[in-house]
């Protein structure tokens, strides 16, 4: 039996907040490895043979939910997802009642996307099985930010020093704490963009730049994460109308061929193409969009890997069978 | 053991403070047929009274909290009048003032009889409904204040919410100039705490939670202050959090605006921080909120801008508080922990003298909402709770008498007890001996 307190990250993947550097690093060093497992003919090897996991969404997730059931069944896990629609959720069954269900029917790990800011926190002090943080509420979506930083790291060959901005609607998103903690952590300078309604209050204090136009954010940067402007930002009033955002605050092409260096263009998906961002920008050369989401699966077989015991250092031959 | 109204209590050799006659010295105490009889030196015990020595003890006057959820009817799981009656006097508490937010709500003579009954019944604290402002607490139109006057509310308000229609405010504040009672305001704007689940900041911004700004609280303290000066009714501000909060109250007392306030126990000692962890316990409205704030309740607590102390007692069924922190109720317990934590902050951090102290939680209060008790004049409810100032405790939800325990202050290591509270002149709570004691006699 592997141990269920993994010695490198605990039991928990709940965010990046609570994570030293040297994790972090282990992380996307870990990742490497298992890149080349879906580059294969044959996508699987046996690391987390007999292991079941399940993929607890209560929120919506087509992405997320796809590329952690990718990096399981490529481990060799038993995996069942459960979806809010259908489920006892809407029956009335609390999140702890769930849980201590599946607990009962005795599994290893929970993959967890929940509306509510802390849920995963909330679970993983609840159940003894290892749970990772698929994105709660506004808080923290530690595997993208991994994945994020794994796609970075890649595409400029370091962290330290670079200079990333992340823009658009930050208020609500995990996706931009996330990136915070763990780009500030491995040295990266941070910078968020937005619309003055859709900042934090007080972000500043978590060691980020902020800057509320869009032209100024590109003149200071070496890549800017776009996210996601929720139609219901808009029927919130946050911004007046889809319209108005893109004409002011979205990354057209014409912006960023103002850049005074070439700009690394991310987004976390899923786009509104012509509002946050312009399909030429999205489409173009210095997108790495879709690197992205190939780095997704390795990133979280990585997370799955080393939270069942697995070593960073012995990645590379767990990938190759026993 | 059980004692009755007719038998006398004669306090024996404790320190007697009571801010409302200027008293505090080492004096008897004598209590005869529910009122206080005599306050001297040597009092000779009645025939048949109860001899107690409580020398190296305080005697003061019972305390009285303005502002408790006893949640019956309708939320009999989580407290009843009588759990949180006797939940009280464990407290040194012998007087509470219930919210009329019950399901179905306090908004008529009928239902505030219901609660005056059940509190006598209780066995613990005596307990004063407050009627709702508006029907069905839907802050639409006025409740019938004059005939839930005469079945026994001692004031209105619609806590847990605001009366967000300033024009139904002023009409509240202006009927009761009738009756001379005070309209209690949980002041907040609903449009700016929208979605808020704590205070709006950097630990919001951290946690990923909904944040409420001080400016939600303020800007309806404000438009209060400005109709009480309109209508010169009595308005009592609940719960004051925010230091702008406590800064317009105190220019409104300086310009004679009819108003008293008050401070809870947890807002003069807590801070945004405690919600970290998303701990469901600290999650409360008003919200929890920075050191600035909590440093300007305190000076407001000393200087007397806010001069009562009320705990917002606000029990929840422990599976309610296991929740999501967005899912999870607002509200904590605070019945039991009032005066320790008080003691304990305020008294032996030398910010208040213990005479202070118990103006702020007893005559202030009672004299705010009309009520008996708050003094051991001869001739007053004999409400008299003996505390020990320098006992040394530790915060266990387990032991409560409520029957909830969502308190941020478990394991809290407290100085300050009470041992025994007198209601009515019979011994409602006595708490369990202990060394210390011993050793004083």
């Known amino acids: ?322 | 053991m059980a004692n009755s109204a007719e038998r006398p209590i004669l306090l024996k050799g404790g320190r007697v403070v009571d801010p409302a006659g200027g008293v505090d010295a080492i004096l008897d105490v004598l209590l005869v047929g529910g009122r206080v009889a005599e306050l001297g030196h040597g009092l000779e015990a009645p025939p048949g009274a109860e001899v107690r020595v409580v020398a190296g003890l305080v005697v003061c006057p019972g305390l009285v909290d303005v502002h408790v959820h006893l949640r019956e009817p309708g939320g009999e799981h989580k407290e009843t009048i009588a759990s949180g009656s006797r939940a009280a006097v464990a407290g040194g508490i012998t007087t509470v003032c219930a919210m009329p937010n019950t399901d179905p709500p306090v908004d008529d003579p009928a239902s505030v009889g219901y609660v005056r009954a059940a509190g006598l019944r209780a066995a613990g604290a005596r307990v004063y409904p407050l009627g709702a402002v508006s029907v069905g607490r839907q802050g639409e139109r006025l409740t019938e204040m004059g005939e839930m006057i005469e079945a026994g509310a001692v004031g209105f308000t619609d806590d847990g919410s605001p009366v967000s229609d300033g024009g139904l405010m002023r009409l509240a504040l202006e009927y009761t100039l009738a009756f001379g009672v005070p309209v209690a305001s949980h002041c907040e704007d609903r449009t700016l705490a929208k979605g808020g689940v704590m205070n709006e900041g950097l630990v919001s911004t951290r946690l990923g939670l909904v944040g409420m700004p001080n400016a939600a609280e303020e800007a309806m303290i404000a438009r209060d202050l400005l109709l009480a000066e309109l209508t010169g009714g009595r308005l009592h501000v609940q719960h004051v959090s925010t230091r702008g909060g406590v800064e317009m109250v105190r220019a409104a007392k300086q310009r004679g605006v009819r108003v008293t306030a008050e401070a809870t126990p947890h807002h003069l000692t807590l801070t945004d921080e405690a919600v970290d962890g998303y701990n469901s316990n600290a999650k409360v409205n008003p919200p929890l909120r920075r050191a600035a704030d909590v440093a300007a309740v305190r000076q407001g607590v000393v200087d007397g801008t806010l001069d009562c102390i009320a705990t917002d007692h606000a029990p929840h069924h422990y599976d309610e508080k296991e929740a999501a922190f967005d899912d999870a109720p607002f509200g904590l317990v605070g019945l039991e922990t009032s005066l320790g934590i008080c003691m304990t902050e305020l008294v032996h951090k030398g910010l208040l003298t213990l005479p202070e102290l118990i103006a702020r939680m007893s005559h202030n209060p009672a004299r705010a909402f009309g009520l008996p008790g708050g003094t051991l004049a001869p001739g007053a409810a004999a409400d008299v709770t003996v505390l020990d100032p320098d006992e040394e405790w530790v915060v266990d939800p387990t032991r409560f008498l409520s029957k909830s325990r969502n308190t941020p202050f478990g394991g809290w290591r407290l100085r300050g007890r009470v041992r025994t509270t007198v209601v009515g002149g019979v011994v409602a709570f006595e708490q369990a001996p202990h060394a210390e004691v011993a050793r004083a006699r």
Not at chain 1, 30 to 42: G, L, N, V, Y
Not at chain 1, 149 to 156: A, E, G, N, V
Not at chain 1, 251 to 277: C, D, F, K, S, Y
Request: include cysteine; charge should be neutral.
């Open chain 1, 1 to 322: 039996m592997m141990p269920t307190t993994a010695p490198y990250l605990g039991k928990d993947l709940v965010g990046l907040e609570h994570l030293s550097a040297a994790q972090i690093r282990a992380i996307l060093d870990t990742a490497e490895p298992f890149k080349e497992i879906s580059e294969r003919p044959i996508k699987k090897v046996p690391v987390l043979r007999g292991k079941t996991i399940v993929n607890l969404f209560f929120e919506p997730s087509t992405r997320t939910r796809i590329s952690f059931e990718f990096a399981e069944k490529r481990l060799s896990a038993d995996t069942v997802n459960v979806a809010a629609s259908g489920s006892s959720v809407v029956k009335g069954e609390t999140l702890v009642d769930t849980a201590r269900n599946l607990e009962a029917m005795r599994i290893d790990m929970v993959v967890i996307r929940h509306g509510s800011s802390g849920a995963a926190r909330f679970l993983a002090e609840r159940i003894p099985s290892n749970v990772i943080n698929a994105g709660d509420g506004r808080h923290e979506h530690p595997t993208q930010g991994l994945l994020d930083m794994l796609t970075i790291r890649d595409k400029l060959g370091r962290l330290e020093g670079v200079r990333v901005c992340i823009v658009g609607d930050v208020l609500h998103s995990r996706v931009a704490r996330s990136n915070i903690w763990g780009l500030t952590k491995l040295g990266a300078e941070v910078a968020v963009c937005g619309p003055p309604t859709l900042l934090p209050r007080e972000i500043e204090a978590l060691g980020v730049q902020v800057f509320t136009r869009v032209e100024e954010a590109i003149e200071w940067a070496d890549v800017l994460n776009v996210l996601r402007l929720q139609l219901e930002r808009m029927q919130g009033g946050y911004v007046p109308s889809l319209r108005e955002y893109n004409r002011i605050f979205g990354v057209t092409q014409e912006r960023v061929a103002r850049a005074p260096r070439p700009l690394v263009i991310m987004h976390p998906g899923p786009m509104n193409r012509g509002v946050e961002i312009d399909s030429d920008v999205a489409d173009g050369g210095q997108s790495v969009i879709l690197n992205q989401v190939t780095n997704g699966v390795a990133v979280r077989m990585a997370v799955l890997y080393l939270l069942a015991g697995g070593a960073p250092e012995r990645a590379e031959v767990a990938k190759h069978g026993e």
